[in-house]
């Protein structure tokens, strides 16, 4: 398969895991939802590369936002979720060479990290006067106050995704399949 054709394919497959797990498995907060698809966005990261990664990141979420009916967040979810992919795969691209075990957990924990800094921002100006504006969602509520009481739980989610990843990350990594389908 060409490069191409197997970006465009991995990318659709991954769109596809996010969307999936984002959608499916999610417990509501007072603006948003805690969920786990940074998982695949973390391990697609690591595995395939940086592109990979920003694109399931960026659509899978974001689709899952827009059929969840949580539409206002899934433009700031489309760039914070696909840069939550291409920071992390950018940051193992660089310390690959190095230790293996540093580069698994330091490019999971500061793409969670950014994650949850990402939807603090958000959450705390602009969501805040774009859905006054627009008149929307009315049941979600935004500001300073509800920004800081969802980051605890963005950074448990961004956390536990880590970490998950990196527990199976590892035997991924090695795999030799997985090796081949690398881009």
Same mark, same amino acid.
């Given at each position: ?14 769109? =596809? ?8 498995? !999610? ?5 948003? *939802? ?11 990261? %690591? ?19 827009? =059929?969840?009916? *949580?539409?206002? *967040? ?5 760039? %914070? ?23 698994? %957990? %330091? ?8 994650? =949850? ?21 009315? @049941? ?9 009481? @969802?980051?605890?739980? @963005? ?18 990594? @090695?795999? !030799? ?7």
């Amino acid at each position: 398969m060409k490069n191409g054709v197997r970006f465009w394919v991995f990318s659709g497959v991954i769109i =596809a895991l996010v969307f999936v797990l984002t959608f499916t498995i !999610k417990i509501p907060l007072m603006a948003g *939802y805690f969920n786990i698809g940074d998982v695949v966005i973390m391990l697609s990261s %690591i595995l395939f590369g940086k592109s990979i990664g920003f694109m399931g990141g960026s659509f899978g979420s974001a689709l899952a936002d827009i =059929a969840s009916g *949580y539409t206002i *967040y899934a433009p700031f979810t489309f760039v %914070i979720k696909g840069l939550e992919g291409f920071i992390c795969g950018l940051i193992f691209e660089k310390l690959e060479g190095k230790k293996k075990w540093a580069s698994f %957990i %330091i490019s999971t924990m500061v793409s969670g990290i950014f994650m =949850a800094v990402g939807y603090f921002l958000s959450e705390a100006s602009v969501l805040k006067y774009l859905s006054s504006a627009l008149n929307i969602n009315r @049941n979600l509520q935004f500001g300073l106050k509800v920004a800081l009481a @969802n980051l605890p739980f @963005n950074l448990l989610q961004g956390i536990l995704s880590a970490i998950i990843s990196i527990i199976l990350v590892v035997p991924l990594h @090695n795999n !030799k399949f997985i090796g081949k389908m690398r881009t």
